[in-house]
């Protein structure tokens, strides 16, 4: 399953529409001779308005196909805030005003953001269920990323 991105088990995705999360956001990962269905790839339908700059992104089109991708600048790579779950995610006001149950952090990203009613309904289910910790503002404020980058 390294090949999908937020693939869940058949048992948490009923869990999570029993919760009322939408049957359309999840989509069959099947082995790879595709006669075992492994469980299911998340694939959100609420996109977030876009939030670059507050995680420290920076936009790089191919130059052969032109199609648009972002990664984390060079200067970001050290940041050790969080350990083990990398660097907190930012957003905007603007998003936390959108935010649904289940969210796309980018178009053609793989970055989910489950709200936090969501979450607290599934950690008392999976009590070592693991994510990062979303935060308002941006990673330039973040005072681990200005102690690692002081003058």
Do not use: W
């Not at 956001?25 to 099947?30: A, K, L, M, S, Y």
């Not at 994510?131 to 980058?149: K, M, N, Q, T, W």
């Amino acid at each position: 399953m390294d090949y999908y991105c937020f693939g869940v088990s058949k048992k948490l995705k009923s869990d999570m529409l029993s919760f009322g999360v939408s049957e359309k956001i999840f989509r069959p990962i099947h082995s790879s001779r595709g006669d075992i269905e492994l469980g299911y790839q998340i694939v959100p339908l609420n996109i977030l308005p876009p939030v670059f700059l507050q995680n420290g992104m920076r936009e790089i089109c191919c130059k052969y196909c032109g199609r648009k991708r972002y990664e984390i600048r060079d200067d970001l790579h050290s940041l050790k805030a969080y350990e083990g779950l990398g660097y907190p995610t930012y957003i905007t006001r603007e998003a936390l005003n959108e935010l649904q149950d289940v969210n796309g952090l980018y178009e053609d990203n793989d970055d989910v953001i489950i709200s936090t009613d969501l979450y607290n309904y599934l950690i008392k289910k999976y009590p070592r269920l693991e994510c990062r910790p979303v935060f308002l503002g941006s990673v330039y404020d973040d005072a681990e990323y200005i102690r690692l980058h002081k003058n």
